[in-house]
């Protein structure tokens, strides 16, 4: 009789460890929280049943204390305790992993997307350029590239100090990506100026997208502390197809088309590339490197 009751009572430390291993979970987790609370009665009305099977075949029928029935209870008890084991294990391995996936995805995040204005940012932009620009060499196609740069901006620093600048420059990326289509790609370049890569669009598309860009932002900037300054943008546009030299010819001649633009003095303008805008602004560094000497 002593050997079935210490098989019963060892089933009894393997109920109660594994209680304790589905109790340490609901401390850590709360999912499926009612589930595990019902597991863990469960257990207990175990150990109430093998408790008392002690205290039956002790009083009342010696012949319940058996090595069979004392087999059975120990197996149904190990069972109990190795099934706890293996799903807490399990559950904190995957509550680990999905720890470190939203790790990943924050991390991700900083590596794409400009902590301050909230579009994606240059090292992004031109990792998508140069797939996009191999992709094109090898399958043709095009991209239509839009340089923008705030107007006036270095006046809103200078006179209301850099925290009304990081402001404003949210205001900008956030009017950037609400007037822009869902699949265009949003970058800020640096500073005040921003890059847009815009698929499946004709150059006259694109000018009318750009002028409805100027349009809005003039409007936004019109009320409110920086009204006065009279903000506005100016976007220069190129096309990136097979005949590109390279990614960074692409982002010059974007951006000797903003320059132009911003060369007529008018609150926001539009211009598009042409060969000819090379010419002049070669023409302008030898006039002022003649000047210097």
């Known amino acids: 009789m002593v050997f079935p009751v210490v098989m019963i009572v060892l089933g009894i430390v393997f109920l109660i460890s594994g209680a304790y291993l589905v109790n340490r979970l609901l401390q850590q987790t709360s999912h499926y929280r009612m589930q ?4 863990l009665a469960f257990i207990g009305a175990f150990i109430l049943s093998y408790s008392a099977s002690i205290f039956y075949g002790l009083l009342v029928d010696p012949h319940c ?7 059975v209870f120990l197996l149904g008890a190990t069972y109990v305790y190795l099934s706890c084991r293996l799903m807490t294990k399990t559950i904190q391995k995957m509550e680990l992993m999905d720890d470190f996936k939203n790790r990943y995805e924050i991390l991700r995040h900083h590596a794409t997307y400009d902590s301050l204005t909230g579009c994606n940012n240059r090292e992004y932009l031109f990792e998508i ?14 991209v239509i590239v839009l340089f923008i740069d705030m107007d ?6 200078d006179r209301y100090g850099h925290e009304v600048g990081d402001t404003t420059l949210q205001m900008f990326g956030g009017l950037l990506r609400q007037c822009l289509r869902r699949d265009d790609l949003v970058a800020r370049y640096g500073g005040d100026e921003f890059i847009v890569l815009m698929e499946n669009t004709s150059m006259d598309e694109a000018k009318k997208i750009a002028e409805n860009l100027i349009t809005v932002t003039r409007k936004s900037f019109k009320e409110g502390t920086l009204s006065e300054l009279n903000l506005g943008c100016s976007i220069g546009i190129t096309q990136m197809n097979h005949h590109s030299a390279s990614v960074n ?16 003095k008018i609150n926001g303008s539009v211009c598009v590339y042409s060969p000819m805008l090379a010419t002049k602004n070669n023409a302008i560094h030898f006039s002022r490197n003649q000047i210097t000497q």
């Open 36 to 39: 595990w609370l019902g597991y």
């Open 65 to 71: 204390l058996n090595y069979f029935y004392a087999s």
């Open 129 to 142: 350029l140069n797939t996009r620009f191999q992709q094109i060499k090898m399958n043709a196609g095009s």
């Open 152 to 157: 006036r901006f270095k006046t809103v620093n």
């Open 249 to 264: 010819t692409v982002i010059k001649e974007a951006d000797l088309a903003c320059y132009a633009a911003k060369q007529r």
